[in-house]
T-cell receptor
Framework: GAGVSQTPSNKVTEKGKYVELRCDPI?????LYWYRQSLGQGPEFLIY????????DSGLPNDRFFAVRPEGSVSTLKIQRTERGDSAVYLC?????????????FGPGTRLTVL | AQKITQTQPGMFVQEKEAVTLDCTYD???????LFWYKQPSSGEMIFLIY??????QNATEGRYSLNFQKARKSANLVISASQLGDSAMYFC?????????????FGQGTRLTINP
């Protein structure tokens, strides 16, 4: 079946602008995660959704970052007043139920460049 | 403190040889899971293998096996009979028990290059 998809694959924006990144999880997966991967680093956790609600948003770096999942499927990560330091690959993952033994399956990522 | 440590920034191996990628972890939770992911140049994270802290046997998945030494807090990935397509970044990750059961904590990664 189809894996996790993310759009756009690349996004170039100017400092101060607003961006939205979209994630479409594997069908039937109730848990959805966002991670951020800076160049040369491992991914860092941002936020986790179980269904429609954000169960853990402890990784969001500040209040410029916000994510929603209104119908429990597609999620959108929103970044306001972008800064150059926000440049990174934003990875989305989903898992069947979010239990501790579930495997997280990742999408191809969105490469965000803030000029 | 680093929860996941991968001490090998880069590894170079001849095709068909076995390779071991090191991973040590730090946790006080008795319940945790360890994962290895492969990230080719395309950028997608590909799940390879999982080891639970209570699993009695080392995990294996085809050419991948996990050398789990609980007392030493190490979870090394072994790739047997390496292939050119194995060239990629490899990440070790840990998920601790509830209530933090969901997020993965990743190491810095090891770049593996398979030479023909």
């Amino acid at each position: 079946g189809a894996g996790v998809s993310q759009t756009p694959s690349n996004k170039v924006t100017e400092k101060g602008k607003y961006v939205e990144l979209r994630c479409d999880p594997i069908s039937g997966h109730t848990a959805l995660y966002w991670y951020r991967q800076s160049l040369g680093q491992g991914p860092e956790f941002l936020i986790y959704f179980q269904g429609t609600g954000a169960a853990d948003d402890s990784g969001l770096p500040n209040d410029r970052f916000f994510a929603v999942r209104p119908e429990g499927s597609v999620s959108t990560l929103k970044i306001q007043r972008t800064e150059r330091g926000d440049s990174a690959v934003y990875l989305c993952a989903s898992s069947l139920s979010g239990s501790s033994v579930d495997t997280q399956y990742f999408g191809p990522g969105t490469r965000l460049t803030v000029l | 403190a680093q929860k996941i440590t991968q001490t090998q920034p880069g590894m170079f191996v001849q095709e068909k040889e076995a390779v071991t990628l090191d991973c040590t972890y730090d946790t006080s939770d008795p319940s945790y899971g360890l994962f290895w992911y492969k990230q080719p140049s395309s950028g997608e994270m590909i799940f390879l293998i999982y080891q639970g802290s209570y699993d009695q046997q080392n995990a294996t998945e085809g050419r991948y096996s996990l050398n789990f030494q609980k007392a030493r807090k190490s979870a090394n990935l072994v790739i047997s009979a390496s292939q050119l397509g194995d060239s990629a970044m490899y990440f070790c990750a840990m998920r601790e028990g509830p209530p933090r059961a969901q997020k993965l904590v990743f190491g810095q990664g090891t770049r593996l290059t398979i030479n023909p």
